[in-house]
């Protein structure tokens, strides 16, 4: 599939609205009576196929369309609406609404406030996300074969050909020069100055235009999300998505997995009826929820793995905003399209540009009121550069009440003092590019520092995680993989221990966070479980 380019428009002269009419969007035609909208159901429906996969976004997208592509029948349950690619405008406030769970209002429980983005639509977080691509590090994967006992389950040997298949598909590919913009060219001509190893992103991208509306969902589907990628391919290999549909437990019978129930969803909290969604599975049922989701939906199905719900993971990020005298214009360029890893493995972080809208940014801008919105009036001079920590720390999920989860969690001081390094590096760097102002966002230091010798106020300050401004998007852990059943829940063969056919196939596997930016990782190791499944199955029929 390839990516439509509207003719005769130049990057970075973006109109409020790129959607071309005259161009069809891969999200546009999708092969009739493959959706089931769950908005607009008004009786309760029963059906059966040989797989069901709960979740459209990064794992279980890839996973359908194996499972479609392989010749099962296949049934993609999603919570969220179908949003499509004409429908994304420029507004964040109403994307948020539609795209994110709790419309952005999430959060992580614990001695610090940690709000928690997570997709909530076709797709996932990959309608919402950067797009960044990174294969899972080498010492990630020998720490869970060794540490975890997962042997070769998960080595780059057994992983690389599906990195390979998804790099292909999807378009893998370092941002082009034409939209690197300034926000990230700044940054990589600092980090080269000070001999940091970083270096463009690489993304999944074909076309990227500039935009810089990543966070909202891609105006152009240059971004290879699902919703305009592996949804659309599944759907047109066999397999059915029942949109708007949340489900709420697994069925099980003599120790395997036979199903789920699912209830309508509505975006207007007025409409009372709710159908019930009831699907058979004859071959297996697949989580791909997320790390939050799946593993409140196995509690809810009486799973009663002792680990499930334990060893929850996250990469907090931060950023910090610096002011220049020179433009630098972040409304144009690759939302995140340069990074540094140079600190990933001496002190857990790795750094990141993010371009973000003036509504995103207006987080990160001292002051509040009329000294807030004439320092909003230097948006064009402002950059923005982003850390993400690999924490330490581990906390637990489990199902709240009302039908949404509990997710606790408290940074541990390790995690903080590599947040201050990364904040220091950050404003050290800012400032060593020409910035005249640094604001930090971090209680206790003050909001604008005005010279480099004030980054030893950062260095040096607070060791409560309740002083910095910490986001969580990446998510790992709450149903992890192990041989033994008393210390994980899923086993290597991607089946919860104890009940068959029921399989996990998200970052709530992972032994531990990644250091990295996890799409890729979920996206090849749901790849893998699909195949294996499939596998499985036919040879199930062979027999
Ligand atoms: C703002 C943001 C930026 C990010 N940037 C990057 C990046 O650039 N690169 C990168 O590698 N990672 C990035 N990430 C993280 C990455 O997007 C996620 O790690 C990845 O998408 C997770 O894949 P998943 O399939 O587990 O979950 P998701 O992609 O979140 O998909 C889970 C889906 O399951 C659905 N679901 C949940 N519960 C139910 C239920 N009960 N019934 C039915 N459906 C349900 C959800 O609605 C959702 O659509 C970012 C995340 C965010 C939020």
């Not at 499509?84 to 109403?94: L, M, N, P, Y």
Request: proline share 5%; charged share 20%; aromatic share 6%.
């Amino acid at each position: 599939m390839s990516s439509p380019s509207p003719e005769g428009e130049q990057p970075g002269v973006e109109s409020r609205s790129p959607q071309a009419a005259n161009l069809r969007y891969p999200d546009d035609d999708v092969p009739e009576d493959s959706v089931v909208d769950g908005e607009t159901l008004s009786r309760d429906i029963e059906d059966s196929f040989d797989f069901i996969v709960v979740g459209s976004g990064a794992a279980g997208a890839v996973a359908a369309h194996v499972l479609a592509a392989a010749g099962h029948s296949v049934a993609i349950v999603e919570e969220g609406p179908w949003v499509k690619t004409r429908e994304f405008g420029a507004d964040v406030h109403s994307a948020f609404q539609r795209l994110i769970r709790d419309s952005a209002m999430q959060a992580v429980e614990g001695r610090s406030f940690l709000p928690l983005l997570q997709g909530r639509c076709v797709g996932g977080s990959t309608v919402v996300n950067s797009a960044i691509a990174w294969r899972t590090p080498d010492d990630v994967l020998d720490d869970w074969s060794e540490r975890f006992g997962l042997g070769d389950t998960l080595s780059m040997r057994v992983l690389e050909p599906h990195f390979t298949i998804l790099e292909r598909d999807l378009s893998v590919r370092p941002v082009a020069d034409d939209v690197v913009g300034q926000n990230n060219g700044l940054f990589l001509e600092q980090a080269k100055n000070d001999g940091y190893h970083a270096g463009k992103m690489r993304r999944y991208d074909a076309g990227c235009r500039g935009s810089g509306r990543c966070l909202s969902g891609c105006p152009t589907a240059a971004k290879r999300g699902m919703s305009v990628t592996y949804v659309p391919m599944a759907l047109a290999a066999g397999a059915r998505i029942f949109t708007s549909c949340r489900v709420d437990q697994v069925l099980r019978a003599r120790g395997r997995a036979t199903g789920i129930v699912a209830r309508s969803t509505s975006s207007d909290p007025w409409r009372a009826t709710k159908c019930r969604v009831l699907l058979h599975a004859r071959k297996g049922v697949l989580l791909a929820a997320s790390t939050i989701q799946t593993p409140v939906i196995l509690r809810r199905s009486g799973v009663r793995a002792a680990a499930l719900g334990e060893h929850f993971q996250i990469h907090p990020g931060l950023a910090l905003a610096g002011k220049f005298d020179r433009p630098v214009r972040m409304n144009f360029g690759a939302t995140q399209g340069a990074e540094s890893t140079h600190f990933r493995r001496t002190h857990r972080f790795k750094l990141e540009t993010i371009s973000l809208p003036p509504e995103l940014v207006a987080a990160r801008i001292p002051g509040a009121g009329h000294e807030l919105t004439q320092r909003l009036a230097d948006y064009g001079h402002l950059a923005v550069w982003a850390a993400q920590v690999r924490a330490y720390a581990e906390g637990t999920v489990s199902p709240a009440w009302g039908g949404g989860a509990r997710v606790r969690l408290t940074l541990t001081e390790a995690d903080v003092v590599a947040t201050r390094s990364a904040c220091a590096t950050l404003a050290r760097m800012l400032f060593d590019a020409g910035a005249r102002e640094v604001w930090p966002g971090i209680h206790g230091v003050p909001s604008i520092l005005t010279s480099p010798d004030d980054v030893a106020r950062i260095a040096e300050g607070p060791l409560d995680p309740r002083a910095y401004s910490y986001i969580a998007t990446h998510l790992f852990g709450a149903a992890r993989m192990g041989p033994d059943a008393r210390s994980s829940t899923v086993g290597l063969n991607f089946a919860v221990h104890g009940t068959e056919a029921l399989y996990v196939i998200d970052s709530s596997i992972f032994p531990t966070n990644l250091g990295v930016n996890p799409q890729h990782s979920i996206m090849a190791i749901a790849r893998l479980a699909a195949t294996r499944i499939a596998e499985k199955a036919a040879s199930e029929i062979a027999a």
